[in-house]
């Protein structure tokens, strides 16, 4: 075959395990055949998702224009694409124009999620030239009291459902005595509804490997620890290459960047635990035991992995380390409002028309996000309830919507925005069902360490059971409250404490759907 | 604690021999050790013991604690069926109830002819386009009850 006259038209397509779980090899592949059978020079770049994922495969062709974005596409649309010239940017009734103008990313605030879909995950060049590891150099010129300073005035909380301020985290260890630290990032990614760390993980796994490194600098660890759940088999892959071609550029290893400084970095899989997303499970888990929730203090920032002083974040968290460097700490802190500050990485999913992750700073009301994002439901009809936060989450009804999305309202209104999972429902919804699925769940997941939450979630579901069943409503809901405040108040945890969150956001928004069912005797299935 | 050689198992053996002194040992031991047969033999548990200095019944206790490790062997093909809220919320229900239909067994059951794991999951990550699933470790989204049968057609003529 002879080389390729002209340089091949460079065509993207998502490696993003969503994107791929609706066929997104299948269309690189198409795009591959197609090609080969007109003769003409295609290069397919594999890129993360930009998460927009109603339109993935989302396609995407570089042009003297720029980007040009088509989808959804299914492989039977790449012939005909081809012939319509969509090489060149051409019209397509899936043609969506340039993907930055598209209004769901046009109206994000898009700092840590910036590369999502732009560069190849696996790229250390890629990553470089939009911007990567230059945070590294500035950190490394800094001694560790004004990083940790920097981290302060950002005003950067935990993005893995605590909210703790991160700075006063980094300060602890920094100041906690001991030649050996570690830097823990928790990627187990437990709560349904969420996916934004998988996102990073798989479409721009440097901003971690960048952010964990510059955490080590500042609290004096030469070690750390990416714990990943099982279930995100692809995230594994990707982020172990990663790690790997760090550390042959000399960004990870004995002497990071020259410096002198050494941060050794290694992933470990977890083992289908919810609980151990929980930091002292994870810590345990990591130990190789079991993962029990360890009672506190001491608190891991003293005495965590091994008795040793330990970082544990969120992989979010560390991977907006980078940009507050990059930005400046103050300029990060004008994003956002009251003491949330920053972007919150939101994640719609549920029945929604445009599911996907949207990165906005904080004070962006609930309904928005619902409404001018989502687009309200995928089947058509009214929105009934939204699940916010994760299956500990509350339950929100529409006259929740003009909530602005920030962790102290939340809060006050008896919820939480935790990872920033929003799982939507439409009128179609039991939510005496959901209610027991939050109790088998807990079930399900319980570590077994405390009694509340081991024996209470096991009776809730019962109960709930029976009320569904058609028996007497009043009695039940009466024990099922009761159960829920024992949980919530007795539990080491927040698994079992936090269960009380959806059961009795469930009761008190939508008390007609347990109260009705003695009446209209709806049989329960499954 | 016992201390008599009762012989390391074969495959065991190169194992225990890359594992041993890591720090936290075990998790990644019995990772590959299900990696390497399908799941942890329970005969193999005293010589995991052994090399990592740990009771058996440590070594038990975490095998049991954690969903993701078989001691049994698992089907010849592993349907994990996502029960998470953003799947609830799609449609996931009726798709398990037709999964458990077709294959006949139960989520958490293996058929008996040894084709089929069916298994359920509290979400995989793929919210984004629910219901989802995995296949043999191939992600599924946005599932229609024809696409699963499908899905599971094409799977019973694998090997
Ligand atoms: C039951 C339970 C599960 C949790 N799961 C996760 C998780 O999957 N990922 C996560 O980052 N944090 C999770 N957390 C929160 C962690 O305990 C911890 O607060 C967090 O990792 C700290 O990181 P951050 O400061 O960056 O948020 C969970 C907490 C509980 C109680
Ligand atoms: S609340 Fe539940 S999960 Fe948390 S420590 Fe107690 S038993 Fe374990
Ligand atoms: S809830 Fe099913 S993939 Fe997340």
């Known amino acids: ?526 | 604690m016992e201390t008599r050689d009762r012989g390391v198992p074969g495959p065991l053996a190169p194992l225990l021999e890359a594992h041993r002194g890591r720090p936290g040992a075990l998790l990644p031991l019995l990772h590959a050790v299900q990696e390497a047969v399908g799941y942890v033999p329970p005969a193999w548990v005293p010589s995991i013991a052994e090399a990592l200095d740990l009771s058996r019944a440590e070594v038990h206790g975490v095998i049991r604690f954690y969903p993701h490790f078989r001691q049994t062997p698992a089907g010849a093909h592993r349907v994990v069926l996502c029960r998470g809220e953003s799947c609830l919320a799609r449609g996931a229900e009726a798709l398990i109830a037709q999964a458990e239909q077709r294959l006949g067994v139960p989520l958490g059951g293996d058929t008996p002819d040894g084709r089929f794991s069916l298994e359920g999951v509290y979400c995989l990550g793929l919210c984004g386009c629910s219901p989802a699933a995995m296949l043999d470790g191939q992600v599924h989204g946005r599932l229609t009850p024809q696409r699963l049968d499908a899905l599971l057609a094409t799977a019973q003529e694998r090997p």
């Open chain 1, 1 to 526: 075959m002879n080389p390729p006259r002209e340089t091949p038209t460079v065509v993207y397509v998502p490696r993003d395990a969503a994107a791929l779980a609706v066929g997104a090899d299948v269309v690189a592949g198409a795009i591959h055949a197609e090609a080969a059978r007109r003769a003409l020079p295609v290069q397919i770049k594999r890129t993360g998702s930009r998460g927009l994922f109603w339109l993935e495969p989302l396609v995407e062709v570089a042009t003297p224009q720029g980007r040009i974005a088509y989808g959804p596409v299914q492989p039977e649309d790449v012939p005909d694409l081809f012939t319509a010239g969509f090489l060149s940017g051409a019209s397509h009734p899936l043609r969506l124009g340039s993907p930055e103008a598209l209004p769901y990313l046009q109206g994000q605030d898009r700092l840590l999620h910036a590369r999502l879909g732009v560069i190849e995950p696996d790229r250390v060049d890629d990553y470089l030239a939009t911007g990567g590891y230059r945070a590294l150099e500035q950190a490394l010129a800094l001694e560790p009291p004004e990083l940790v300073a920097q981290v302060q005035r950002s005003g950067l909380r935990g993005r893995g459902g605590a909210a703790f301020p991160a700075g006063i985290k980094w300060d602890t260890v920094r100041r906690a005595p001991g030649p050996t630290k570690y830097v823990v990032c928790n990627a187990d990614e437990g709560d349904s509804g969420t996916f934004a760390d998988r996102m990073v993980l798989e479409g721009d796994p440097f901003s971690l490997i960048e952010g964990m490194t510059i955490a080590a600098l500042a609290v004096g660890a030469t070690q750390g620890y990416v714990y990943l759940r099982v279930e995100y088999p692809h995230a594994y892959r990707t982020l172990t290459a990663a790690i790997e071609l760090a550390r042959a550029r000399g960004y990870l290893g004995p002497d990071v960047c020259g410096s002198g400084r050494a941060f050794e970095l290694e992933v470990r899989v977890g083992a289908g635990a919810y609980v151990c997303g929980e930091e002292t499970a994870l810590l345990e888990s990591l130990e190789g035991k079991r993962g029990l929730v360890r009672a506190k203090p001491p608190l891991p920032a003293l005495a965590g992995l091994f008795g040793r002083p330990t970082l544990v974040h969120n992989v979010l968290t560390l991977a907006t380390v980078p940009v507050i460097l990059a930005e400046g700490a103050e300029a990060y802190r004008d994003y956002g409002c009251g003491n949330s500050r920053g972007t919150l990485s939101l994640q719609l999913a549920g029945n929604v028309r445009r599911p996907g992750l949207v990165e906005k700073a904080f004070g962006m009301s609930l309904g928005e996000l619902l409404y001018d994002y989502g687009g309200g439901t995928a089947s058509g009809r009214p929105i009934r309830a939204v699940q916010v936060g994760g299956p500990l989450g509350a339950y929100l009804s529409p006259s929740h919507f003009d909530l602005p999305l920030d962790y102290e309202t939340f809060a006050a209104a008896g919820a939480m925005l935790g990872h920033g999972g929003i799982v939507v429902f439409d009128d179609t919804v039991d939510m005496a069902r959901m209610a027991r699925h939050a109790f088998a769940f807990c079930a399900d997941e319980s570590c077994g360490k405390c009694t509340p939450c081991r024996i209470g979630s096991v009776r809730g579901r019962e109960a709930l059971e029976r009320v569904l069943a058609g028996g007497p409503v009043e009695a039940e809901l009466a024990l099922v409250r009761e159960l829920a405040a024992t949980m919530r108040d007795a539990s080491l945890c927040a698994l079992g404490g936090m269960t009380a969150y959806p059961v009795l956001s469930a009761l008190e928004h939508f008390p007609e759907d347990f109260t009705a069912r003695a009446r209209s005797g709806r049989p329960v299935q499954g």
